[in-house]
């Protein structure tokens, strides 16, 4: 079965500088797809980037980066120049690309940003 | 806002009673989903429909009851439940298959006393 770890469950910085979540799967599979969604307090949960197995190059979306290490089932999400709307929870989430496989998440890391 | 629509956003329920839950999405999704959310613990798949049909059914008890009457509606009829089911249960849709993200409603936080 498909596991998804993120082993922070809380994490802070400071304004206007970098953090980075990490994250690990668990898989047999080749080809799968991994997203990181983020669910700020009390609004709705929504995706930030995401990530085809079978790209070496890591995706980028602004001031956020992945850093996906297929070999090492690593994924994690580099928040640059953080700012104060930034703060909520982050979600890893893997699904194989096969069919309309659901997505299965991890617990969750919870991001403070400090003024 | 996403484009998917839950109501109610808050319910606290008797063990007794029944009530339903509902989402709406306007994205011309095909595929509705159904989670629990619980402090603590990864977000739970419940059920999955794809073009109204249930293709997904995670090992739920009985006491919840999804319809899709078509694409565009999910509701989630809740019956007999117990304290432990209070949680926060999100609704999402996608375009079935391939890379598409998955939209999330706002959730609805239901207590059960």
């Known amino acids: 079965a498909q596991t998804v770890t993120q082993s922070q469950p809380e994490m802070s910085v400071q304004e206007a500088e970098t953090v980075t979540l990490s994250c690990t799967y668990d898989t047999s599979e080749s080809d799968y797809y991994l997203f990181w969604y983020k669910q700020p307090p009390s609004r709705q949960m929504i995706l930030v980037i995401r990530q085809e197995a079978y790209k070496q190059q890591n995706a980028t979306e602004n001031r956020f980066s992945v850093n996906f290490q297929k070999a090492a089932k690593s994924f994690s999400l580099k928040i640059s120049d953080s700012q104060l709307g930034d703060a909520a929870m982050y979600f890893c989430?893997?699904?194989?690309?096969?069919?309309?496989?659901?997505?299965?998440f991890g617990k969750g890391t919870r991001l403070s940003v400090i003024a | 806002e996403t484009g998917v629509t839950q109501t109610p956003r808050h319910l606290v329920m008797g063990m007794t009673n029944k009530k339903s839950l509902k989402c709406e999405q306007h994205l011309g999704h095909n595929a509705m989903y159904w989670y629990k959310q619980s402090a603590k613990k990864p977000l739970e798949l419940m059920f999955v429909?794809?073009?109204?049909?249930?293709?997904e059914n995670n090992s739920v008890p009985s006491r919840f009851s999804p319809e899709c009457p078509n694409s565009s509606h999910l509701f989630l009829h809740l019956h007999t439940l117990q304290p432990e089911d209070s949680a926060l249960y999100l609704c999402?849709?996608?375009?079935?298959?391939?890379?598409?993200?998955?939209?999330f409603g706002p959730g609805t936080r239901l207590t059960v006393t």
């Open positions: 429909y794809n073009f109204k049909e249930q293709t």
């Open positions: 989430a893997y699904r194989v690309s096969s069919g309309n496989t659901p997505l299965v």
């Open positions: 999402a849709s996608s375009r079935a298959g391939g890379l598409y993200e998955q939209y």
